[in-house]
């Protein structure tokens, strides 16, 4: 990586001494800031400079892509001996260009686009990136390094592009015989335990389908949580923009929120306009409701895990609490689903547990045997299912954008999902499967983005998402609305059910 960097600093005044003052000064402080700057082995030098009245112009070079602190630590030391000596100060600084040469690991396929002015070229694997205008607090802010990552991450993604997600069988139940083959969201739409909900992807549950979906919360959490000792928290619904910006999701999938706004004023005097016009029209007056909420202040849940990262952010763990075991089931889950909605099982709001742990790496696999062990008991003795698990590309890098696989040699790090056998889907080797359950071990990277510690040793987290509707339509699609046909085990979980309400 190399730099070359044109800059322009504006001093508040000619300096009277003019050029030949400055020829003084200039490149002894151009060797010291870029001799502390660049760091050990790399070289850089100031290639030329001009001082037209007020006006300072620089080019500066580097061997690696550390030029812009150069600037900056020159620019620094300008402004303690032009204070000093000639009490003038630098009014601005700014690069006006911003070179960079860098290697991507393939030549790109298409055309590589940046929101920020520049200029950028390939040759084969090597680019030429020329950031435009750069103010101070950008050079300050390390820009130029987030513009490289960003070239570097789009030229991977092209060549990743259609690529199929990993996936890789572990597990497989045995298979059982199954005779109903219905869609279950259609034969409990047909029997009207469900509403296609007012909104967008949502579902109203009548009281029958509301039972099972509690039936399978107690299930999961007093046959799995319990005996685990996980402890449940009540976390709030709403993440914040600081949160998701630190888990990755805000760059990886913006498209997929539900975003919250709020009114700009609760004084019913700024919203009179609103109300008149609804009582006159009978109508939203989307327009004039536009101008009265703010711009989006947070999102709508979309995950639990990383709200649970926010409370403990900064802590430091005592080794008492390790591995820390605890669960939310209070916030729930939305998500833009667009074009992938589906019945029951694809829906824009759901209902999740999601435990989450954090401890050594050691305590982590161990918690993993156990709680795979506790979902085998659910899934093969409560609800008999015909299940698989699998190892997939793990759900934080597909969440947070990041291209590739991770580890899927080692399987420390990484995510398994739980996939159900759905037979109205058709035979079971080509018919997609649902997940319908996940379970992660993230290793360091949120524990890190949070600044989360442990009293001892490395501290790594995970978290185990346990989908109620995904299990409700798994056990549904095989074993039908018909309780004769559920198993013994789930049948007393159960208990007594609502009476199915007749519409006449
Ligand atoms: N956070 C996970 C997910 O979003 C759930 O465990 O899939
Ligand atoms: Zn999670």
Redesign the pocket.
Known sequence: MRGELEAELILSQPPPGGHAALERLLPGLAEEALSRSLGKGATGRVVSWTLEGDRLTLTLTADNSRAHQALLALARRLREELGRREKIGVRSLRAIRYRVGFDVPEPPTGPVTLPVPHELRFDGTAATLDLLDLDEEALRDNWSDRAVALVDEKVRRQHYRGKEQYWKLLSQSPQRELTFHEDPTEAMLRRNWLKNGPTKGKWYLGPLPAHLLRTMERIAVEEVLRPLGFEEVIQPHHDSFDILLRTGHLEGLPGEFYYVTEPKSRDPADWERFTDLVKITRKVPEGELAQLVSPPVAVSCY?Q?PTTYWWLSGRTLAQENLPLKIFDRAAISNRYESGGRHGLERVDEFHRI?PVYLGTPEQLLELRKQLLARYAHVFDRILELEWRTAWVTP?YMA?SGEVGVEDETQRVKGTIDFEAYLPYRGPRDTAEWLEFQ?L?IVGDKYTRAFTIKAQKGELWSG???IGLERWLTAFLAQRGLDPTGWPEGFRKYAGELPREIKFL
């Open positions: 995950a895990c999601e759900f969440q996940n992660s978290c185990t998402g």
